[in-house]
């Protein structure tokens, strides 16, 4: 199918982000949209579901902490899907598999399910592009109108166009559905199997390697504020660094909006290639034996006081070179 057509058909089951769900009505035989009411019949995809961060993507205090700071209306078609009724169930089942009284599946419904509801086969459930409906987007336009820029602000659908998982046919539901948890960037063990760091010393000069070989898209992608940060520190508790250097996208302010400035996040592996990106680090007095830690960070500097714990940030890996 073209990816003109594949645009088509997924206009008609998610908004991307332009504004809330429309035709998602339950069917006769399902009381209500609440993920509660699948859970009946689904108990183990409900329980995984509700430990996702996608059940959290209204109530997670760093969307919650950010949203006050600037509370633009377009936020919520993605956090909230499903409208202000329903806002504390985030992505909830429904946002996804429900539309006109019917659920929606990849497969054919086996005889128990139709029993149970009426059921319309959906591939696009199983498209990567289904899940750029709220992971690919521009900036907004901060000045009215709205309107989205060029600038892509979250651009992991069109990485993963250029990968190698792509080619072979992998979407994002290879990797992150889960039973329905929807690991990503918040789990630990989905990025520390992901990701890994290389330190070489070399007089006065550290090269830090970052790999992410096992993604299939930019690390770190997402939100335009995450980064990966290294600490070289001169003691193992790493309490006062030398040195802070990030893999990040560095954005400039452009008019009412933003524009990529530099973007040194760990790259798409070309093919036959590794997915890594290898800085340079000067340390004029280079202690005898050096520390370091790998930080995944994801907020913007601005709300990081407000926040703590893995809502601010998570511990890869940590080591030390003599």
Known sequence: MSPWLIALELAALFSGGRGPLEHVVPPPSVPSLRASACGECHAAIFDAWRGSRHAQAWSN????????????????????????????????????????????????????????????????????????????????????????????????????????????????????????????????????????????????????TARADGAAHRVPTGDPFRRLRVELCAEPRCDEPLARPIFARVFRPDGDSWTLDADRTIPVAAAGATAERTVDVPLPAPPPILYWRLIYAYAAPSTEPDLDGDDLEIELSRGHSP
């Open 61 to 208: 205090r760093l969307f919650a902490v950010s949203f006050k700071r600037e509370p633009m209306r377009w936020c919520v078609s993605c956090h909230a899907p499903l409208g202000s009724a329903l806002a504390d169930e985030g992505v909830s089942c429904a946002a996804c598999h429900v539309r006109g009284g019917r659920v929606l599946g990849a497969r054919p419904a086996s005889a128990r399910a139709l029993r149970a509801h009426p059921v319309r086969v959906e591939p696009a459930l199983a498209r990567a592009e289904f899940c750029g409906g709220c992971h690919q987007f521009n900036f907004p336009s901060a000045a009215p109108p709205f309107h989205y820029r060029d600038e892509p602000m979250q651009d992991t659908l069109a990485e993963w166009r250029g990968s190698r998982a792509a080619r072979e046919g992998r979407t994002c539901q290879a990797c992150h559905l889960d039973g329905h948890r929807f690991p990503g960037g918040h789990d630990r063990a989905l990025v520390g199997r992901a990701v890994s760091l290389a330190v070489e010393r070399r007089g006065a000069h550290v090269l830090l």
